[in-house]
């Protein structure tokens, strides 16, 4: 097991980029620490498998390094690099049987022969296919095959790492959730670097501690499920974790704060004083549907929006309201009532309303 470091890395499949939207990979720099759970969460497109295929070897980056533990790999080959990689389709030989195709990978490296039948029975056991182990591996469900490609990339505790890129999009939905606890249990007990890829924002919080979170080429956070919930570092990780995700609203400087519309939403000196500084006029405010408080009241501090709509999802509500020519989503419990068509007075905590120059958050330290 290895600690990954991205270093400086740029991928672009042009031989003559010719500027940022040429690159798969926009300047990156990132480290995967030994033995951590990760997954790598992002859109089509994002770049998610130019970046596996580049820690595992089987693309060389335009520019920047990779380093196992320290040391520069680049030149290595996806064999001499130790890495493991599950694919979105199985890959396995299909004419061989199923313990045949779990031994091959430790049967290429010289592992005894007695070792090895203990690990494929290890294995098997975990992923429940040892009654399939005598099968031919072209006789089994596209389920079946995909855990056998699993089990390949389990069965060699001296990997590097092992990298998923969305390993479970031919399982059936109704096993999803046990295979994905599976790889979890796999990773307590044997303390593998994982690295997971996915588009679905539920597979990669039950999956892993820490996600990395991928747009345009880029990691723009890399924090726990509730650090990118709470603390969204980018407006894309504002808008694509959470369901619904984060209101955003495109804003200008006011003198007190910010406005939109004929709408003022007032902010400390101190932010202020920053909007002053940063020249840009890419500004928005955003604020989590689970963090606006919605009641009859008005006050000070609230603004008047009509009820648009109210869906009722069992455990609790989203309010869709109008706020002057913004249409934003409110959370609600289930005893809270609004009737369509009625005036309802929003407030925005201070702790939760963020504001984003150039779509990157203005934290309290850039202040
Ligand atoms: N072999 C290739 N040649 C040219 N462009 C490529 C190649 N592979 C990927 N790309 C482009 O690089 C960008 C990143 O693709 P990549 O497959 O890494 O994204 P992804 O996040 O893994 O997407 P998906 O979730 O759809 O697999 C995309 O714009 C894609 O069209």
New binding site residues.
């Given amino acids: 097991m290895a600690e990954i470091h991205l270093k400086s890395l740029a991928h672009s ?2 031989d003559t980029p010719a500027g940022p939207d040429d690159y ?1 990979i926009r300047h990156l720099d990132h480290v995967w620490e030994k033995g951590g759970a990760y997954a790598l969460l ?12 580049i820690i595992s070897g089987l693309l060389q980056p335009s520019e920047g390094d990779v380093l196992f533990d320290g040391k520069r790999v680049n030149e290595l080959s996806p064999r001499d690099r130790n890495i493991a990689q599950v694919f ?1 389709f199985p890959v396995i030989y299909d004419s061989m049987t199923v313990f045949q195709n779990l031994a091959f990978p430790l049967k290429n490296t010289g592992v005894p022969s007695s070792q090895i039948k203990a690990k494929v029975h290890e294995i098997a056991g975990i992923l429940e296919i040892e009654e399939e182990l005598h099968k031919k591996a072209k006789n089994l469900t596209a389920d079946q095959k995909q855990k056998v490609s699993m089990g390949r990339g389990l069965v060699r505790g001296d990997v590097s790492a092992i990298l998923f ?2 390993p479970l999009t031919v399982i059936d939905p109704q096993l999803k959730w046990k295979l994905r606890r599976k790889l979890k249990q796999i990773h307590e007990q044997f303390d593998i670097t994982m690295v997971y ?1 996915t ?1 679905d924002q539920l597979e990669a919080s039950t999956f892993a501690d820490k996600i990395a979170v ?1 747009y345009g ?1 880029q990691i723009v956070q890399f924090g726990t499920p509730t650090e990118l919930f709470e603390q969204p570092n980018h407006t894309f990780v504002g808008y694509f974790i959470g369901s619904p995700g984060m209101n955003l609203i495109e804003v200008q400087r006011c003198p007190r704060g910010v406005c939109f519309g004929s709408t003022v939403v007032p902010m400390d000196a101190r932010q202020v004083e920053t909007l002053q500084r940063l020249q840009s006029n890419n500004l928005k405010i955003g604020i989590r549907p689970e963090f606006i408080q919605a009641s009859d009241i008005a006050a000070d501090d609230t603004f008047e929006a009509e009820v648009m709509d109210v869906e009722d999802l069992g455990t609790y509500k989203i309010m869709t309201v109008k706020l002057d020519f913004e249409t934003l989503k409110v959370r609600l419990t289930e005893d809270q009532h609004f009737e369509v068509g009625s005036h309802v007075q929003l407030s925005f905590p201070e702790k939760w309303l963020k504001l984003y120059v150039d779509e990157f958050l203005v934290e309290e330290k850039d202040q």
């Fill in positions: 499949y042009s798969a992002g859109p089509s497109g994002c770049g998610k498998s130019t970046m596996l295929n979105q890129d969305e890829v588009h991928m080429g």
